[in-house]
């Protein structure tokens, strides 16, 4: 197997996060419903969650838990594994799912206003009024 391939290979959660980025972008960019377009964002959201957590994983590492007592030695932080890119996007998928809330919360009252989440309809009414 020549050095490139292994290289693409080797890289298989990146190329599964920029897969699922360009569908949410799509999503977003390409369909004219209200509600397709906040699950694009949704997607989006989503790959760049899964981008920031595969990059905070280190072969080899260990959990950054030190222990104190008679035995203790000097710590190598190169085979800990860095939290702080767990921990941002556990506040990533809160603030996710209360954006995706409050979208589609606003989705139902511009539904009950023109009857229908297709942008171009939606469009035309707000022209013709």
């Known amino acids: 197997m ?8 080797g890289k298989y959660n990146y190329w599964l996060c920029i897969i699922l980025m360009m569908i949410g972008i799509y ?7 209200l509600i397709k377009k ?6 989006f959201q989503t790959s760049i969650i899964l981008f920031y957590v595969s990059i905070g994983c280190k072969k080899g590492g260990t959990i ?11 710590v190598d ?5 860095n939290p702080l890119p767990h921990v ?9 799912v209360s954006t995706f809330g409050v ?11 023109h009857k229908t989440l297709e942008e171009d309809e939606i469009l035309m009414q707000m022209r013709s009024e």
Not at 2 to 9: C, E, K, W, Y
Not at 27 to 33: H, L, T, V
Not at 88 to 96: E, Q
């Open 2 to 9: 020549s050095d490139l391939a292994v290289a693409i290979l």
């Open 64 to 74: 950054p838990i030190l222990e104190h007592g008679p035995g203790h030695h000097v």
């Open 27 to 33: 999503a977003m960019i390409a369909k004219k419903n």
């Open 103 to 113: 979208a589609l919360a606003l989705a139902l009252k511009i539904y009950r206003k």
């Open 77 to 81: 932080p190169a085979h800990y594994i």
């Open 38 to 43: 906040l699950v694009g964002m949704n997607i």
């Open 88 to 96: 941002l996007m556990l506040t990533a998928i809160v603030v996710s």
